[in-house]
Every structure is written in C-alpha cells, then in structure tokens.
C-alpha cells in the first residue's frame, strides 16, 4: 500500500526528533505540519456514542432539548477540537447556508450555530433534490433500468450502471466475457478520474486557488471527450448494461487512451506544482475538517476520506470485481485525516487508475463484449433484417425486458467517493420488486459536523468541498 504522508503512526514532533541531520531538507508541506500543532488521527479520547437523532426537523432546537445535539456538535464518537466557550449559549447566532449557496456542492443546506466566528453546532438537511429513483426502479425493466440509476452519483455515472448490471448478474448467475470486464473496469477507472479532477477544480475554487477550476476542467474534457466517443454521450451512458457493455470500444480507443493517460498525468504535475508548496493552499488545508479512523467507521465513512484517515480499506483490494485484482495498483493512505491529505490521497488515486487504464490498454483480451445468452442479450443489428425470429425476440427483449428469478442480491463497487452498493430484491419477472442504494455521499453528508464543529466558519467550505458529496447521490 503506498502512504502519501509519512510510514510511521507517531506524531509530527516525534518524528522531527529522530529525523537524521544528513537526511533532505524538509518540503514546505512538512514545515508546515511542523510548525502546526498537528493532530494524528486516533489520539483523542472517545465520547460516549448517542444514537439519538432529531430527523426531519427544520430548525435548531435549543441544546438541552435536542436528542441529535451531540451529533450537531461533532461529539458522538470523538471531540477532534477543544476550544473555550466565550459567550452565552443564548448569544450564540444560527445562519444557513444553502440550498442555493454555490459552494454546498448542490443543494445541501446547513443549520450553523455560531459563537463569534467559530462553528460550534453543524445541521445538515439534505432532500432538496429527492427524485425517487429508487422507487421509480419498481416501474422499469432490467432493460430500462440502467438509465435510471446512471443519473444518480452524476459524476460517476459508470459506477452506478456497474454496481446495477453486477448485481442482476449475481440475480441471473450470468457471467460475462473477460473484453467485457476489461472494458467496464476501464471505464470507471477513468470515470475515477473524471470525478476527481472535478473535485480538484472545485476545491481549489472553493478556497481561493481559482486557476484550478479552469485546469481541472481542462483534463476533464479530455476524458469525457473518450467516454463521448466511446457511449455517444458525455455523461448518464446507459452504457454498462447487465450482460456485458452496450457496444465494443471504437476504432483507435488505444491511441486515445494512451493520449489521455499523458496528458491527464502531466496535468496533475501541474497541480502539483501549483498547490503543494503554495503557502495559503497549506495553511487553508493542514489540519482543517479532521476526522478519525473511529468517526469514518461510526458514520460509514468510506473511500478517499476514510483512507485520508488511515483506513486502509478498498473494494478492488478487498471483495475484488470484474477481474481488477489481476492489475497492479496501490491504494494511498494518508494519516492525519484532514483536508490536506484527503487532497494528496486523491492526487495519487488519480495517477494509480491511470496506472491501471495503461495495463489494460496493454492486456485486453479479444472476444465478445457481450454475453451469449439469448435471455439477455439482443441479437446483433444486422440479424435483424436477415430473420424474423431475431426481430420477434429483440421486440420481446425490449417490450417484455430480462426475466429475472426471485431472489435477492447485493453488489457493491468503490467508487469515487466510497462504497457504492446496490440491493435488489426480486420476485421473479421483469421488474425489480424493492432496490436500494448503499450512498457514499450520504454517508459523507453526515459525517460533517465531525468536521466542522468547533472549527473556524473560513474552513466550513473547505471541508464540505473536500467531503466531496454529490447530492444526486444523497438524495436519489
């Protein structure tokens, strides 16, 4: 596994104490951490865990009355910051932020009870941008139902369309052909990409490194120009399909990929150039929004946020799919669990799905991109001008859908922000009797007030851009 900080768990200061006088000078970043009065995840002692919770509600209940007040405060599991109470609770002031302010990643409102410029209460109320996707899943076909869920993390859209057809897989015990997993797994590893230099752009945006925004999105269209070409569309694809993949990879999909892999490589140098040793980036970053190994797994915290913290948990390592475990890859953790190393764990992340586009560019194997079994797949376009039986059966497919056994099925992915699962409940037939989504954005949405509680109101924004919620994901 690589460490994108330091291999040891001890404090900074230990660690400056044992440096060797002849070893290279220190980065501006390590200056930075210590000079800081760092905090390293898992020092702190633990709180009581309250399991109450005020759900629905629109206001800030006074903290006596409120049964969610602990989570509100951040204290549930651990309390990361201490500071003294300057005022009166009742002096203390109650803003929102959001729906509509622009750096809520989508429409996130946050209840904040503020003493002065310190957060010291964080209320997230999500169900702003609800669309019953899960439900809208009952009335639709296996067929159909892959341009439904594409839509809900929309930055991921091949993540929620591989979870889907993994799933109705595991349903209809289908296996599909090795080019068709080599190509799913190249596809959402770029799609991890994507995600992430989005997120790049916008956290940079968010905290004043507003050049990132513009190269960010700079690479960005590099990758959905590939999955444009490839699908025919630049996001929701439908193309990932239960069976295999909608259609093979187009003519010269080798040149493109080795292309993007050079340039998207060289843009995230660039980055690296531009924020790892710019002084208001590391202030802005180092020990800002931190949060614990034992708060990721008490809130179900998953992906680059959890592994910034320390948790060295992948699904690609850990229950692998599609065959990605027979690339080489390493996972990065980081160790103070902050914004600083949420920002270099994704950096690296970037590089390592790199990696893996450029193995499979490499190793692909020949066949069909499909399954063969005729329950599932369509038969070919031109059979259906040459045989009535092929038009009569791809009317069948598309009118009637897959016919699925009773059962029931759960899949799960790693995806851009963490594990992303999806449940299935059949009773026999063409359509889903219950699904359900595993959210990682929703896991992250209520993690925040671990974050930010207690922390100054200027790091509010750099904590929620670097939890990096989508909030189609949350919602559904």
Known sequence: MTDTTDTESAPVEELESDQDPSAPEMSVADQRRATHDMWVSGTEDTYPFAAATDEGAQEMLPQADDPGASMQAGIAVDDDYTSEVLVDPDERQIINMGPQHPSTHGV??????????????????????????????????????????????????????????????????????ARASAIRVLMTELNRVASHLLWAATQGMDIGALSMMIYGWREREICLDFFEKTTGLRMNHNYIRP????????????????????VVSAGIGEYEELLNENPIFLDRTMGVGVITPQECKEYGVTGPMARASGVDWDLRKAAPY?????????????????????????????????????QIVETIPSGDYRA??????????????????????????????????????????????????????????????????????FAA????????????????????????????????
């Not at 065959?323 to 690296?348: A, C, K, N, S, W």
């Not at 007030?449 to 994901?473: I, K, N, W, Y």
């Open 108 to 177: 996130l409102r946050l209840h904040l009870e503020l003493e002065g410029e310190t957060v010291r209460r964080v209320k997230p109320i999500i169900g702003y941008l609800h669309t019953g996707m899960e439900k809208t899943a009952e009335t639709l076909t296996y067929a159909q139902g892959g341009t439904n869920v594409t839509r809900m993390d929309y930055l991921a859209p091949f993540h929620n369309e591989l979870a889907y057809s993994l799933t109705v897989e595991q349903l209809l015990g289908l296996e599909v052909p």
């Open 243 to 262: 069976g295999g993949v909608a259609a093979d990879l187009p003519d010269g999909w080798q040149d493109d990929v080795t292309n993007l892999i050079a």
């Open 322 to 358: 599609c065959g990605i475990d027979q690339y080489d890859f390493d996972v990065p953790l980081g160790r103070h669990g902050d914004v600083h190393d949420r920002y270099t764990v994704r950096m690296e992340e970037m590089r390592q799905s790199l990696h893996i586009a450029g």
């Open 372 to 441: 063969e079994d005729r329950k599932v797949t369509p038969p070919p376009r031109k059979r259906i001008d040459e045989s009535m039986e092929a038009l009569i059966h791809h009317f069948k497919l598309f009118t009637e859908g897959i016919n699925v056994p009773e059962g029931t099925a759960y899949q799960s992915v790693e995806g851009p922000r963490g594990e992303l699962g999806c449940l299935i409940v059949s009773k026999g037939g063409t359509r889903p009797w219950r699904m359900h989504w595993r959210a990682p954005s």
């Open 445 to 476: 949405v209520q993690a925040l007030p671990v974050m930010m509680t207690d922390s100054l109101l200027a790091d509010v924004v750099a904590s929620l851009a670097s939890a990096d919620p989508v909030l189609g994901d949350v919602d559904r």
